[in-house]
């Protein structure tokens, strides 16, 4: 018995992607709803603008055809999530050094 491998011409449909991408959005959200350390939420978060951007790349393929507005979004998101991630890291480095952890529960910085 043989593997039959796709032939140059077979496309995987959008189905498939959207479906990935709805699975991957989902385990983010997931990660950021149930997570207690701050280093999973800014994973979780990273992990759903990932989903977005397969989105955005799988319906610029679709329909747009030539056109690369999709890829264009896609790399405005990268760069957003790319800040998004240092801010992230900074805040954690300076909440690590007040309070010795990452915990969630533990920050109430901004509770009366």
Do not use: H, K
């Amino acid at each position: 018995m043989s593997l039959s491998l796709p032939f140059a011409g077979d496309t995987v449909p959008l189905q498939a992607y959207l479906v990935l991408a709805a699975v991957l959005f989902c385990v983010g959200v997931w990660g950021l709803i149930n997570s207690r350390n701050a280093v999973r939420v800014l994973m979780s978060i990273e992990l759903m603008l990932n989903a977005v951007n397969l989105n955005l790349m799988a319906f610029s393929n679709f329909l747009d055809g030539q056109l690369i507005r999709g890829q264009v979004f896609a790399i405005f998101v990268i760069t957003v999530a790319a800040a998004e991630a240092a801010v992230g890291l900074a805040i954690l480095l300076s909440l690590y050094r007040n309070r010795e952890t990452v915990d969630m529960e533990r920050f109430n910085l901004l509770r009366w």
